[in-house]
């Protein structure tokens, strides 16, 4: 077979996931960001689906390859456009599945549409294994490139094109596929002409309103809110793979944006313009005429607490957002600022699309703006500091809704924060601030982390190296390298007495100095500091309602606070306010895999059973379904957590993704492409012995990794990103061709007795990697990612011994190739 036929694997195969990927950006713009774990659970459940269709019509689908594949091929382009525009316009809003189960019935609406072009994507490629049983490994190696080609080649897209360009140009890349596969064939000429001709409809002449999210934005997210507002309207928008920005000016109720402001503050802010991030978190660009008055109101906010200990400052700025810290620190008369900023776009608008109105703060000579992840600079900074700012960037609602508990986030971990004190000159200082919710959780458990990073540093009395202070709404945290002396906590007190802020640590605090002025029933955070920094923690942790322990590196979930015990109270709440105590984000994850569970087993179990005369003894097709369901587990659980391992390597999350998707789906196709000569060189003709030697080799580097990466980044952080791009190739590449050998070994040992198993094998397979998908993000959150990989390895180990034993003479037989044995179809 030329590789030319398997070309329109590859192309649907590309599509496909670049549609997933695709979905993740665009639900983080008209929902929240978790949705990303039901994208992918709908994605994977389309894949098994699809293999339960093509079992029982695989022989008039064979018999009809290049007109069935060609037709598949078609009708992902058209669903992967009707099926998201139909789904935006379902009035489903996941904030209301708390106390509102009508939601759960649009929920189940929206699974039906999304799966339609994961369906027919797969479909295709379940066709392909069926026609070409002695090519199993060369049609998943096409499968696998294509697919790290799509998964890289969409966060390339999205750097040029708005999401709903990009998703027009993914439906007519079906298309394409379905031309392709038509191509050559007389009778199917027409099919292929008319695919192309959809293809080119699709790209350029769509109506941008049919994929366009803003309309259907969820109505609690900030941008939505802010646009109802007479006279409201935006000015200006920016898109990447890191947000959707959304610049917006209201001139009849103008933004005055300032978290944390005290309440005894008189001045009026400058005019605002607001800045929201795929329509949620929201920064200010505030109008700045060079006046350091302008910025008065700034110096009562709890962020400018650091600027009464400290005098002109050299400090870093993590999280340079819309330019507010910036605007503070040159009120404060900082020496230096050194402003480190994520988004491109957003450097963009500040410093040049907006600079007159920003008054070019980011262009002052001693204002310095950085391109980088908050801990990718830190670790490779030569520069001390006196000051170390982390402003508050991610919205309230946000944050009271519990939608970020599902996010990944390194800022905030043990480990982060002993970056953070390196750089810091001896009386140096870090100040952190974040949203005030009650009861507390975020600033506890910020709190607890700092702790631990201090006596990691060998700090025998951190209490005496932190301050932490309230307003109505906000919280600032303050870490010191050296102890506050006594002139420190008397201008700690008298901030706060100025602004009406209330202490709730320092270092000689009493019961009877906390709580005066924005009064809660009782001083949560002060009794948690006392509970944290003495003999109790442990049991202070344990008892707490939400889940306070110290974020680390091997599970950063910092706004991960859900604890089941509390559920029940919680749910009595509901209806009185409680929703917003529920970190939901936790929940629906819960609900998405026992939903994902559920399908799964009527996608396999039911057609397994109603074929159970097809598919031969009983004994031998549980083994055969016991052995891809460990396999498509296997897979993703370490795929998932080797991506969060080069997030700091790569300085950021986005790049992570793409480079370590991309990588392991390509040399894991290339690893589909030589299982044969190794089972042939190195298992002696026997596949189980193959896929036996192939997973020790797996182990033994899943094993090294966990142990030598940490040395292996912290010593390569310094180099640009192209290098470290190309050495996380070179590090995935051993482990992913290894990983990519199991499958179509195991799938050509299984094809050799029952051809009729194959499109199970690819089913069952598919439908673990739903469950895989969700279950590696919540083992993360309890067990750690080094606990999820030790899992992996230990369903690879197992894998082997479900083939042992079972039609051993017929492992002749695949010495030199796949050779079914159609006796047994």
């Not at 997933?20 to 659970?41: D, G, K, N, P, T």
């Not at 997210?221 to 947000?243: D, F, I, T, Y």
């Not at 609900?591 to 009983?618: E, K, N």
């Not at 640009?720 to 996380?728: L, N, V, Y």
Request: charged residues 15%.
């Amino acid at each position: 077979m030329r590789a030319g036929h398997l070309l329109p694997v590859s192309l649907i195969s590309a599509a496909t996931l670049a549609h997933e990927v695709l979905l993740m950006r665009l639900f983080s713009i008209i929902q929240w960001h978790h949705f990303a774990y039901m994208i992918i659970s709908i994605a994977l459940l389309g894949f098994g689906a699809s293999g339960t269709f093509v079992a029982f019509a695989r022989r008039p689908l064979v018999e009809r390859y290049p007109a069935a594949f060609a037709a598949s091929a078609a009708l992902f382009g058209i669903t992967a456009v009707a099926s998201f525009a139909g789904a935006e316009r379902l009035p489903f809003n996941a904030l209301e599945i708390v106390w509102n189960p009508g939601q759960l019935g649009w929920l189940a609406a929206s699974y039906a549409l999304l799966i339609l072009p994961f369906f027919f994507g797969a479909t295709c490629i379940g066709l392909a294994f069926s026609r070409h049983p002695r090519e199993i490994g060369r049609v998943y190696a096409f499968d696998l490139v294509g697919a790290g080609i799509g998964a890289l080649g969409t966060v390339g897209l999205l750097f040029l094109v708005f999401p709903s360009a990009a998703l027009r140009f993914v439906a007519a890349l079906g298309f394409a596929a379905a031309a392709l596969a038509a191509t050559g064939m007389a009778r199917h000429r027409w099919l292929a002409a008319g695919s192309g001709l959809a293809a080119a409809v699709i790209a350029v002449w769509l109506p941008p309103s049919w994929t366009a999210p803003g309309p259907y934005m969820s109505q609690y997210k900030g941008l939505r809110m802010a646009l109802e507002v007479p006279n409201a309207r935006v000015v200006e928008e920016r898109s990447s793979p890191l947000g959707l920005l959304t610049v917006v000016e209201s001139p009849a109720v103008p933004f005055r944006y300032a978290p944390g402001l005290s309440l005894a503050n008189t001045q009026e802010p400058p005019a605002q313009l607001a800045v929201f991030t795929d329509g949620d978190s929201i920064t200010a660009i505030t109008a700045y005429g060079g006046d350091p008055a302008t910025g008065a109101y700034l110096d009562r906010t709890t962020a400018a607490l650091p600027y009464r200990i400290l005098e002109r400052p050299r400090m870093l700025i993590l999280g340079a957002g819309g330019g507010e810290q910036v605007l503070l620190a040159l009120r404060a008369g900082a020496d230096t600022v050194d402003a480190v900023e994520v988004n491109p776009q957003m450097i963009d608008l500040v410093r040049n699309r907006f600079a007159d109105f920003a008054g070019g703060i980011f262009s002052r000579p001693n204002v310095h703006l950085h391109l980088a992840e908050a801990r990718a600079f830190a670790a490779t900074t030569g520069e001390r500091y006196d000051l170390i700012q982390m402003p508050l960037l991610d919205s309230f609602s946000a944050a009271a809704a519990g939608v970020q508990s599902m996010h990944e986030n390194y800022t905030y971990t043990v480990e982060a924060l002993r970056d953070y004190l390196a750089v810091l000159r001896p009386d140096g200082v870090i100040a952190i601030t974040r949203w005030l919710r009650a009861p507390p959780r975020d600033i506890l458990k910020l709190f607890a982390t700092a702790t631990a990073a201090l006596e990691a540093d060998g700090v025998a009395e951190p209490g005496r190296h932190l301050a932490l202070i309230r307003s109505w709404n906000t919280s600032t945290l303050l870490v010191a390298k050296s102890p506050f002396t006594g002139e420190d906590v008397a201008a700690i007190r008298g901030f706060a007495a100025e602004n009406f802020f209330d202490i709730s640590w320092t270092p000689g605090i009493s019961a009877s100095d906390v709580n005066r002025y924005n009064q809660l029933d009782q001083e949560y955070l002060y009794e948690g500091a006392v509970a944290l920094l003495g003999p109790e923690r442990a049991d202070f942790t344990e008892r707490y309602k939400f889940n306070i322990a110290p974020a680390t590196d091997n599970q950063p979930y910092f706004f991960d606070f859900f604890r089941w015990r509390a559920l029940p109270e919680l749910l009595t709440l509901r209806t009185q306010g409680g929703a917003a105590m529920l970190d939901w984000g936790y929940l629906i994850l819960v609900t998405t895999l026992v939903q994902a569970a559920i399908l799964s087993a009527v996608l396999i179990l039911l057609p397994l059973w109603l074929r159970r005369r097809a598919l031969g003894r009983t004994v031998h097709r549980l083994r055969f379904g016991l052995y891809f369901l460990a396999l498509g587990l296997a897979f993703l659980f370490i795929e998932i957590a080797f991506i969060q391992r080069f997030v700091l390597f790569l300085g950021h999350p986005l790049y992570a993704v793409a480079v370590v998707l991309a990588g392991f789906l390509a040399f894991a196709g290339l690893g589909s492409a030589v299982a044969a000569r190794w089972m042939a060189a190195v298992g002696r003709g026997s596949a189980v012995r193959g896929i036996a030697l192939a997973v020790v080799v797996i182990a033994f580097l899943a094993a090294t990794y966990l142990l030598a990466l940490p040395l292996i980044f912290e010593r390569l952080l310094a180099l640009p990103d192209a290098a470290k791009i190309a050495i996380a190739l070179l590090l995935i590449a051993p482990l992913a061709v290894f990983m990519g050998m199991p499958f179509p070994l195991g799938l050509g040992y299984v094809a050799a007795r029952s051809e009729a198993f194959i499109p199970w094998a690819w089913g069952i397979n598919g439908c673990a990697s739903v469950l895989s998908a969700i279950l590696a993000a919540l083992l993360a959150m309890h067990v750690g990612f080094t606990g999820v990989v030790t899992i992996a390895t230990i369903l690879y180990l197992v894998a082997p011994a479900l083939l042992a034993g079972s039609w051993d003479r017929y492992d002749q037989q695949t010495s030199q190739g796949f050779v079914p044995d159609r006796n047994r179809s």
